[in-house]
């Protein structure tokens, strides 16, 4: 399952606050059922061309779901509906969704073809299913609002926040049994990543001495000094293209659309780390979720989603960020638009233009060209 970062959109700023991470006991989960909304089943109906993605999570380069909603107006209520693809995105079906609104659900995380998560980020609930989609339930991780999740090797995690407090839950992904594994104060957000069992969970703090918690196996977890280079860098996410081989983005929000990048590399699984390069140029902000990421066991290749106010961009670095291109998006004026980018192969690739003309964009060449998916 490729990997997943967190969402930033807690904009770092040059305050900062001391950071203390401690592991904590199990809690228990309040959750509630909701049925189903009627939605088309899922294994006849055609989805209509005209079908609008805003996210999409893929845990192969054939397999995946996309979230988004059929003859939506902006800044108007629009249903959330899910499709589904097993072959790359040659066919798609419907799949059943809560009877929610867009406005409501944002973020899809699918582990498997049975199970998958929907949330809005920075709010209360966390839908779940572990049947395809044939029913979802609601569940509340400790009353806190839902960050982002990320899914790999049976294995679900979730960030949730309170005000400057950041807490991680694992669950089983086949089942809802949900436990806090550990929390992370005065920061201003945190990053997630995940590689077949080893995982990644790292405050944004700026400008301080701060800690990576990392595990190997899912298990036991570690604490390892971090620090972002420049008194003004904050942690803005974390790709890893192996449980060994993890790259770290820090960003500084100089403003006017114009963010210092940085990219740190580490070869084993995040206990040490070095600087590999700047993306240049600096024009372009990271919003955040799933703005950054890197393919399977190629830790050289890093891509990094930028928005500006005029077209959004990928910068791709192949030599680990020393170099960049970059790679423009036609069409994607006026908005924060890239997302849930992500590789599922050492290959193939994807991410959403969320906003018009709503795009599905697939990449089988690491990133170097990208090409758009029909529904």
């Known amino acids: 399952m490729q990997l997943t970062t967190f969402p930033h959109r807690r904009l770092i700023s040059a305050a900062a606050l001391a950071c203390a991470a401690t592991l904590i006991p199990a809690t228990a989960l309040a959750a509630t059922t909701s049925p189903a909304a009627p939605t088309p089943g899922g294994r006849t109906a055609t989805v209509p061309a005209g079908f609008q993605p805003t996210a999409a999570s893929f845990y192969s380069p054939a397999s995946g779901v996309v979230l988004g909603g059929v003859g939506c107006a902006t800044n108007h209520a629009c249903r959330a509906r899910l499709v589904a693809t097993t072959d790359g995105g040659a066919r798609w079906r419907f799949l059943t969704a809560p009877d929610v609104s867009l406005s409501t ?6 582990a498997s073809r049975r199970d998958g998560w929907l949330y809005q980020q920075h709010s209360r609930g966390l839908w779940a299913t572990h049947d ?4 979802w339930r609601k569940l ?31 669950s089983p992904a086949g089942r809802a049994a949900w436990a806090r594994v550990g929390t992370i104060t005065g920061g201003f957000g945190a990053a997630l990543a995940v590689s077949g069992k080893a995982a ?22 570690h604490k390892y000094p971090f620090t972002c280079p420049g008194a003004d860098y904050g942690l803005s996410g974390i790709a890893a293209a192996s449980p060994s081989r993890v790259a770290f983005l820090c960003a500084n929000a100089e403003g006017m659309f114009h963010t210092a990048k940085e990219v740190l590399q580490s070869v084993n699984g995040g206990k040490t780390e070095h600087l590999t390069g700047r993306a240049a140029p600096q024009y372009g902000d990271v919003l955040g979720y799933g703005a950054f ?21 990928l910068y791709r670095s192949a030599n680990g960020g020393k170099t960049w291109a970059q790679i423009a998006i036609p069409g994607t004026e006026g908005g924060p638009l890239l997302g849930s980018l992500s590789y599922a192969s050492r290959t193939v690739g994807f991410v959403v233009v969320s906003w018009p003309p709503y795009e599905l964009l697939r990449t089988t060449d690491a990133g170097a060209r990208w090409h758009k998916v029909s529904f």
């Open 293 to 313: 990421a890197v393919p399977h066991r190629r830790p050289r290749v890093v891509t990094i989603a930028v928005y500006t106010p005029g077209p959004d961009y």
């Open 140 to 170: 509340t991780l400790g009353g806190a609002s839902i960050d982002t999740v990320a899914a790999s090797a049976g294995t679900v995690y979730a960030v949730v926040s309170r005000s400057t407090t950041d807490e991680l839950f694992r």
């Open 132 to 135: 395809r989609g044939a029913h």
């Open 105 to 110: 659900i944002s973020q899809v995380a699918f």
């Open 200 to 221: 990644w969970f790292g405050p944004s703090t700026v400008g301080t001495h701060t800690y990576l918690w990392a595990t190997a196996d899912g298990v036991h977890w």
